[in-house]
């Protein structure tokens, strides 16, 4: 006869877990390869002049299970010293920044850790800076206006190797660069070099011979060296042209 005096116990759970059972959706955050463990965490190193639209965007990334920013940068070269002293996966880059444009930065990142992936978070909704940057190594293009709504979804898709532009600018840049194309007016590639670039970009801002000479850490005839090439490859006579060009190429805002 049974027992009375022993209260019944559900029995253990000893179901084992369906080794057929599906993968997480590809359009699901990046996940870690040991089954059970928690999402993989994106790093991101999030580069921007402003602090206050940092906070801003950190503010969305954050509150993500599968993102996290570990590093800051405030301009395009510190953002390159931040990517040589932390482990990321991810850099956003705005276009517009000192010392080193996002442009600058991107090629320079993509040469330093050629896995990284790198998207350009910017105001601006214009075709040159987007074909720039994905000519740098940039793998998407993201603008500030709707960062909130894009962003996330930009950084996963950057994750799966996956480029991401902005909705509604797909087709009509697609155009727009065939018709260029066809016509023969599709620009050629960049015919200064990074280190003329960088002096321009320098020269533009208003900075001295001297000064520059100190940031790239060259001579100050070697600067006077660039800037007469800048002059003579350019077909440019002074200063002002030099920065009008510099604004042109989107190394500086207007």
């Known amino acids: 006869m049974p027992d009375s005096t022993r209260p019944d116990r559900p ?52 509150r993500e299970p599968d993102l996290e920013v570990v590093a800051e940068a405030g301009d395009g070269a510190e953002a390159i010293d931040m990517a040589r002293a932390h482990a ?13 444009t996002g442009l600058q930065a991107t090629r320079e990142l993509a040469a330093l850790k050629p896995g990284l992936r790198i998207l ?3 105001m601006h909704d214009n075709e040159q800076y987007l074909f720039q940057a994905l000519k740098a190594g940039a793998c998407g293009y ?23 532009l902005y909705p509604g600018a797909v087709t009509a840049l697609i155009r727009n660069y065939l018709d260029r194309v ?40 070697t600067v006077q060296r660039h800037r007469a090439n800048l002059l003579h490859k350019l077909g440019l006579r002074d200063r002002l042209e030099l920065t009008r060009y510099a604004i042109r190429a989107g190394l500086i805002e207007p």
């Open 142 to 164: 993201v603008l500030k206006s709707v960062a909130d709504r894009d962003l996330v979804a930009a950084c996963r898709a950057a994750m799966r190797d996956e480029p991401f």
């Open 120 to 122: 350009m978070l910017t």
């Open 88 to 100: 990321v996966d991810l850099a956003v880059l705005d276009i517009a920044m000192p010392r080193l």
């Open 182 to 221: 066809r016509h023969g007016e599709e620009a050629a590639d960049h015919i200064l070099t990074p280190r003329e670039e960088e002096v321009l970009k320098l020269v533009a801002e208003g900075h001295s011979s001297k000064e520059i000479a100190e940031i790239l850490f060259i001579s100050i005839k």
């Open 11 to 62: 029995l253990p759970d000893l179901t084992l877990p369906d080794p057929a059972s599906p993968a997480p959706s590809p359009d699901g955050p990046p996940r870690s390869e040991r089954p059970g463990s928690a999402p993989a965490r994106i790093r991101i190193l999030l580069a921007d002049d402003h602090a206050l639209v940092r906070r801003g965007v950190r503010l969305i990334l954050d």
